[in-house]
């Protein structure tokens, strides 16, 4: 009797346990399925002939639209198709936005490892902080500024330009094919991202509660759909057909990974979570990375990818928390 009542009691903890953090484990599973996503595109990517970054997005966007027009006409939320009105146009920069934040990191996975092209997209928080304090008058301190001087460092260790370290032999095990200007072209490519991130999450902060969460989705996919697509037809990229089973799932995976990520994971997880928390848990999509990219191509980040990651992580860390910790003052003094 003993024993049942132990187990239960148990089973109860575990179940509390579980209640208590359900923000968080939604978190670190979006991060997950976002990893998962990127080591998908990087397999595209290797693929015989390789799928260009351009078509990836066309198809992953395109399943993620026609999910959100499903989801939104099936649950009767107003203007599916077009959007509130009084927000379309910050709808629209969003859109625009988001496909440079999508196309630029998908961009730098040609010739970056996946953790060192997620770490340096986490430069965004910081990038935000600035356009917040430019754009809608947000507070802006000098810590926020050293931090990103800092952050700065982090991005050279990981880049490392051949006019700083040379012949330095530095190279990540796993990507020694690839050239020190091909890396730079890598490290551009995620600079792009880190503007189009930080463009798109300004735009949504100016929303607000204006528009359904799945509106400025819709507005996202689709137009990084019709850009993409349009970047096709004038750099002349040829569409590559499915050639094996691999290819076909490698492209859903990208698109459900992607939808489930963002729409479900992410999005419910910070509805109950704190930004500390939340952002706390995006981290784990580092580790999740390394991981997975270990597994599947047998690469280990050098040292100064490892140091440069941290400096980044760390810095955006302490920009967000301390932003949060302003904002908890405020809402103190204001009480």
């Not at 998908?40 to 997005?57: E, M, R, Y």
């Not at 993620?64 to 379309?88: F, H, N, Q, S, W």
Request: proline residues 4%; glycine residues 8%.
């Amino acid at each position: 009797m003993q024993t049942r009542q132990d187990d239960g009691a148990i089973a109860n903890e575990s179940l509390s346990f579980t209640a208590r953090n359900a923000g968080m484990l939604l978190v670190i599973y979006s991060q997950f399925l976002f990893a998962s996503m990127d080591i998908s595109v990087k397999l595209l990517n290797g693929l015989d002939p390789p799928v260009h970054a351009l078509q990836i997005i066309v198809i992953r966007m395109g399943i993620t639209l026609i999910c959100c027009e499903i989801y939104m006409t099936i649950m009767g939320i107003p203007d599916p198709i077009a959007g509130p009105k009084g927000v379309r146009m910050m709808l629209f920069i969003r859109g625009v936005t988001g496909f440079f934040g999508i196309s630029g990191m998908y961009w730098s996975l040609q010739y970056l490892s996946v953790a060192d092209a997620t770490v340096l997209v986490f430069l965004t928080p910081l990038t935000a902080a600035v356009a917040g304090s430019i754009f809608l008058k947000e507070s802006y301190s000098v810590k926020q500024a050293i931090a990103g001087i800092f952050s700065l460092l982090g991005v050279v260790l990981i880049g490392r330009p051949a006019f700083l370290f040379g012949s330095l032999d530095v190279v990540t095990q796993g990507l020694s094919d690839v050239a020190p200007a091909q890396r730079l072209v890598g490290v551009v490519a995620c600079m792009v991202s880190v503007l189009g991130n930080t463009g798109a999450y300004t735009s949504i902060r100016t929303i607000g509660k204006r528009a359904h969460p799945m509106h400025v989705m819709s507005y996202f996919s689709l137009w990084c759909t019709i850009m993409s697509s349009l970047g096709m037809v004038v750099f002349d990229i040829p569409v590559v057909y499915p050639t094996s089973w691999m290819w076909i799932l490698l492209l859903l995976m990208v698109g459900v990974f992607g939808f489930a990520a963002q729409v479900h994971s992410l999005t419910m997880g910070l509805q109950r979570e704190t930004v500390s928390r939340g952002v706390t848990g995006m981290y784990a999509q580092v580790v999740f990375v390394v991981v997975l990219e270990r597994l599947f191509f047998g690469v280990t980040p050098s040292l100064p990818s490892v140091l440069g990651a941290a400096i980044i992580m760390s810095s955006a860390f302490y920009v967000v928390v301390s932003g949060y910790c302003a904002r908890c003052y405020q809402t103190s003094v204001l009480m």
